[in-house]
């Protein structure tokens, strides 16, 4: 059986040129910087050798490895696939590579995945769980950036929305309609994106001079299942409301076929509004009313203040604060009647 010849290595093509490892190196990342006459010779080792500089070794040097982890609370909720196609296209422009992770709602899973930054296997770590290692902002902050679900402690590099004025302008949009006793479905509390949109919906109900009743709130994790729990606990336990605001398209969803389990008509008994505009609040018959996020613009941000923040070092802090808008369809209407919006957009929230 013939072997197989041995792989060129950077030392091949200098000792076939006659010149230093250092000259071979120069010429490959700055070949402007070399003699033209040397610079001829070694590309044309190169090519005669057929020598592939190794790039992983090379950033290994550089204690770089041109990819960024993008980790999500759960790989399984549509809203971060469009997140993901705009940290993909901002990363891709800047030469790096994306992972995503799932945390799985696992706090040690999230430390798993911080510790790979910490070991340079990622050179960043854009964060959407809500939640940091309670050891890490006093032991050592490696590169993250946080987008949407920011965790309390910090500081860190931030891409948000104004989650409190979102959920407060479509709480306000069923008091419009009419709504007075208007159930919530929050995210995990005391999670700082959940509380702020649980905030708006107690914000909507005092500026409607609504007094706010704690029996109305349930708390829910992001989840199908938490929507549907939360209906069948608000029936249960005998809440009277004509609408539901969900801090979550998939807890809307999941709202809604419960509440029709339970013989009730969307939105002609219960008005239904969600937050996010996934492919849930299409999917669902009558479709959701809901609060739409630009999901790819806020990965394309993420993205660019991790490359920032991997230029300029752990001193860099930025915060962009992205616009939302109500978007109206069927599963909202005033109490006892049919939807007549077709969908629409209403304004857009001014970026504070």
Do not use: C
Request: proline letters at 9%.
């Amino acid at each position: 059986m013939p072997t197989r010849p041995p792989i060129p290595t950077i030392r091949t093509v200098a000792s076939r040129v006659g010149v230093s490892v250092a000259t071979v190196s120069r010429t490959l990342k700055n070949p402007d910087k070399v003699r033209p006459d040397t610079r001829d010779a070694v590309l044309r080792a190169v090519a005669d050798l057929g020598f592939v500089p190794n790039a992983q070794a090379r950033n290994f040097r550089r204690q770089a490895s041109d990819t960024v982890i993008l980790l999500v609370r759960d790989i399984g909720n549509p809203f971060y696939l469009d997140v993901y196609k705009g940290v993909e296209e901002a990363a891709s422009a800047a030469g790096y590579k994306v992972l995503m992770g799932d945390a799985r709602r696992d706090p040690a899973r999230v430390a798993l995945h911080v510790d790979m930054v910490r070991a340079r296997h990622a050179d960043g770590l854009i964060l959407m769980t809500g939640s940091l290692p309670p050891s890490l902002p006093g032991d050592f902050l490696p590169p993250i950036v946080a987008a949407l679900e920011y965790p309390a402690a910090g500081p860190l590099p931030l891409v948000r929305i104004d989650n409190a004025a979102a959920a407060e302008t479509a709480v306000s949009y069923l008091v419009g309609l009419g709504h007075r006793r208007i159930a919530h479905v929050s995210g995990p509390i005391p999670e700082v994106m959940s509380a702020a949109r649980a905030d708006g919906w107690r914000r909507a109900l005092e500026a409607a001079g609504e007094a706010v009743d704690p029996a109305l709130m349930v708390w829910g994790d992001f989840s199908l299942d938490a929507g549907r729990r939360a209906v069948d606990h608000l029936l249960d336990a005998g809440v009277r409301f004509t609408a539901l605001f969900a801090a979550n398209d998939e807890m809307a969803a999941g709202a809604l076929n419960a509440l029709r389990a339970r013989g009730l008509r969307v939105p002609e008994d219960v008005s239904v509004v969600g937050f996010d505009d996934t492919v849930f609040a299409t999917a669902v018959d009558p479709p959701l009313t809901t609060i739409r996020q630009p999901k790819r613009e806020i990965g394309a941000a993420a993205m660019r203040l991790m490359v920032q923040r991997l230029a300029e070092g752990p001193r860099f802090r930025a915060e962009v604060v992205v616009p939302t808008e109500l978007v109206i369809r069927r599963s909202a209407s005033p109490p006892g009647q049919p939807a007549r919006e077709a969908e629409r957009p209403a304004a857009a929230l001014a970026t504070p």
